[in-house]
């Protein structure tokens, strides 16, 4: 059974940084894209953010590329997801994912964090 643990949420100043960590337990393939989405009050789930196990090939929602980077490490079995700029409407609720195949979307997903806050003041 795949579980997956967020952490590294918080508050933080518009412009500041965070870094997330996703901690995988459990047996995932070499075929699944890990990574993150989040959900803002009263919008629907977005994805951000995702990296391929085996390629590393990473995808990033356009609101976030150039200030966020997503690392895979395989000994620790986690995926980082450093936030760097935040801006107050990168507040949400982000979720750590898993899928197998190289879809981004909600509603493909297999396995999912229980999310972790992340609230960016002006």
């Known amino acids: 059974q795949v579980q997956l643990v967020e952490s590294g949420g918080g508050l933080v100043q518009a412009g500041g940084a965070l870094r997330l960590s996703c901690s995988v337990s459990?047996?995932?393939?070499?075929?699944?894209?890990i990574g993150w989405f989040r959900q803002a009050p009263g919008k629907e789930r977005e994805g951000v953010s995702s990296?391929?196990?085996?390629?590393?090939?990473?995808y990033y929602a356009d609101s976030v590329k150039g200030r966020f980077v997503i690392s895979r490490d395989d000994a620790k079995n986690t995926v980082t997801l450093q936030m760097n700029s935040l801006k107050p409407e990168d507040t949400a609720v982000y979720y750590c994912?898993?899928?197998?195949?190289?879809?981004?979307?909600?509603?493909?997903?297999?396995?999912w964090g229980k999310g972790t806050p992340v609230t960016v003041s002006p």
């Open positions: 990296i391929n196990v085996r390629t590393r090939s990473t």
């Open positions: 459990g047996f995932i393939s070499e075929y699944y894209r």
């Open positions: 994912a898993a899928a197998n195949g190289d879809s981004w979307y909600a509603d493909v997903m297999e396995y």
